[in-house]
């Protein structure tokens, strides 16, 4: 006969099994979800580009045409990619270490937004600014940007299994084509002008 110490106790294994089981369901449920988000964010990251860079690029390919007084398109032009060459040795690493990937994206598209309310009003005041603004804010939105989808991409591929090779290009690939979307939007609508 067993007594009260030698007996096994089962119900403290039925509860440790249980809770295994429910810890791998809401694992599964977990990496469900951090996927899917995971993939929202790089979508809504490309969208976002799309909406902002379309009309940056269509802007600064007709400054010379539509700023022609002065030569202040070509001027602007030429400030912002002087800007956009000192930004690129200097920022980037500097606002991603200092404010992290996500919030040089925001503070970055500011930058960027804040450029097409100028060539509205096309002034030497206003233009100047702006482009060293814009070029400033040009780096540091394109590194942010890419190695804020490759960290996402290499943790997708922790909670996938998948190589994090196939899925930084995967995730580049879908980023890239907002990018391009929106050039080939742009360069039809040039066109038809």
């Known amino acids: 006969m067993i007594k009260g110490s030698d007996a096994i106790d089962n119900s403290h294994n039925n509860?440790?099994?249980?809770?295994?089981?429910?810890?791998?369901?809401?694992?599964?449920?977990?990496?469900?979800?951090?996927?899917?988000?995971?993939?929202?964010?790089?979508?809504?990251?490309?969208?976002?580009?799309?909406?902002?860079?379309?009309?940056?690029?269509?802007?600064s390919r007709l400054q010379s045409s539509l700023h022609r007084v002065d030569g202040l398109g070509v001027i602007a032009a030429s400030v912002l990619y002087g800007s956009l060459i000192i930004s690129s040795m200097f920022l980037p690493k500097l606002l991603i270490n200092s404010i992290g990937h996500k919030w040089t994206t925001v503070v970055c598209y500011v930058g960027y937004i804040l450029w097409i309310p100028a060539n509205g009003y096309a002034i030497w005041g206003t233009m100047i600014p702006a482009s060293i603004i814009v070029g400033l804010c040009s780096a540091p939105l394109w590194a942010s940007q890419l190695s804020y989808i490759t960290v996402i991409a290499i943790q997708y591929s922790k909670i996938s299994g998948e190589m994090q090779e196939a899925i930084i290009t995967r995730f580049?690939?879908?980023?890239?084509?907002?990018?391009q979307f929106g050039i080939y939007i742009l360069y039809m609508f040039l066109v038809t002008l």
């Open 15 to 59: 509860k440790t099994a249980d809770y295994v089981i429910i810890q791998k369901a809401t694992d599964l449920t977990d990496s469900y979800f951090s996927k899917r988000r995971i993939l929202k964010n790089v979508l809504l990251l490309g969208f976002a580009f799309l909406l902002d860079t379309t009309p940056i690029i269509g802007l």
């Open 172 to 179: 580049m690939g879908i980023f890239f084509m907002f990018f």
